[in-house]
Nanobody, 125 residues
């Protein structure tokens, strides 16, 4: 069992930056691929980024490529999402998730076993 807790969300002006953190419980964190997803009001949840267990395989959604950076620190059981050059369309609840069945990471939310409660990111224009 893995419990995930996101933090770092908030209100920021367009062009600003935020760093999200996702702290995981359990001693098997380093064996999971991790993902970040987001859901804006009235929209479906969408993939943002994924990182494999070692950090050697990373994928991003086209909409955030070049602006967002995902990383992980297995010693701290934490995965991060550095978000730069934020846009109003980045406004959403951001979720981290852990996957056992897809160790290389995945863009598909159904391949994740555990989810955090989400953290709100609001970007004002």
């Amino acid at each position: 069992q893995v419990q995930l807790v996101e933090s770092g969300g908030g209100l920021v002006q367009a062009g600003g930056s935020l760093r999200l953190s996702c702290a995981a419980s359990g001693r098997t964190f380093s064996t999971y691929a991790m993902g970040w997803f987001r859901q804006a009001p009235g929209k479906e949840r969408e993939f943002v980024a994924t990182i494999n267990w070692s950090g050697s395989i990373i994928y991003y959604a086209d909409s955030v490529k070049g602006r967002f950076t995902v990383s992980r620190d297995n010693a701290k059981n934490t995965v991060y999402l550095q978000m730069n050059s934020l846009k109003p369309e980045d406004t959403a609840v951001y979720y981290c998730a852990a996957s056992r069945i897809s160790p290389s990471g995945s863009r598909r939310d159904y391949e994740y076993d555990y989810w955090g409660q989400g953290t709100q990111v609001t970007v004002s224009s």
